[in-house]
Nanobody, 126 residues
Framework: QVQLVDSGGGLVQAGGSLRLSCAAS????????MGWFRQAPGKEREFVAV????????RYADSVKGRFAISRDNAKNTVYLQMNSLKPEDTAVYYC???????????????????WGKGTLVTVSS
C-alpha cells in the first residue's frame, strides 16, 4: 500500500519560514511526480506546487511563486516544500500528494490525485 507522511507545519510570524517534508513508501518514488496542496479555513483545497520525478520540471501557483520552492531527494523517497516570506493568507493545512500523471498535467490543477498525505497545519500570525 502507498503511504505518504507529511510533516513540518507549525506556528510562525509573518515573514518567517518553514520547511515541510513528505516521506513516501509503497511505490517506486523516483518514477512519480509529487506535489503539495493546501486548504485554508472556509476555502477550497488548492494546488500549490508540483515537481517531476526527475526534479527537472516544476510548477507553482501564482500566489506562492517566488516565495516557495519544491524539491525532492529520491534516495530518501522524500519531497520538500521550502516556504519563505510567509503571509497570513498562507495559513492552511498542507497536503502532500503523489500521482501517476505527469507534472505538467491539468490533473494536478483539478485536484485529481491518486494518493494524499494526512496533512500538516501551517499557521502564520500577523
Amino acid at each position: 500500500q502507498v503511504q505518504l507522511v507529511d510533516s513540518g507545519g507549525g506556528l510562525v510570524q509573518a515573514g518567517g519560514s518553514l520547511r515541510l517534508s513528505c516521506a513516501a513508501s509503497g511505490l517506486t518514488f523516483s518514477r512519480y511526480a509529487m506535489g503539495w496542496f493546501r486548504q485554508a479555513p472556509g476555502k477550497e483545497r488548492e494546488f500549490v506546487a508540483v515537481i517531476s520525478w526527475t526534479g527537472a520540471g516544476t510548477r507553482y501557483a501564482d500566489s506562492v511563486k517566488g516565495r516557495f520552492a519544491i524539491s525532492r531527494d529520491n534516495a530518501k523517497n522524500t519531497v520538500y516544500l521550502q516556504m519563505n516570506s510567509l503571509k497570513p493568507e498562507d495559513t492552511a493545512v498542507y497536503y502532500c500528494a503523489v500521482d501517476s500523471s505527469p507534472w505538467y498535467s491539468d490533473s494536478w490543477l483539478r485536484n485529481n490525485i491518486n494518493y494524499w498525505g494526512k496533512g500538516t497545519l501551517v499557521t502564520v500570525s500577523s
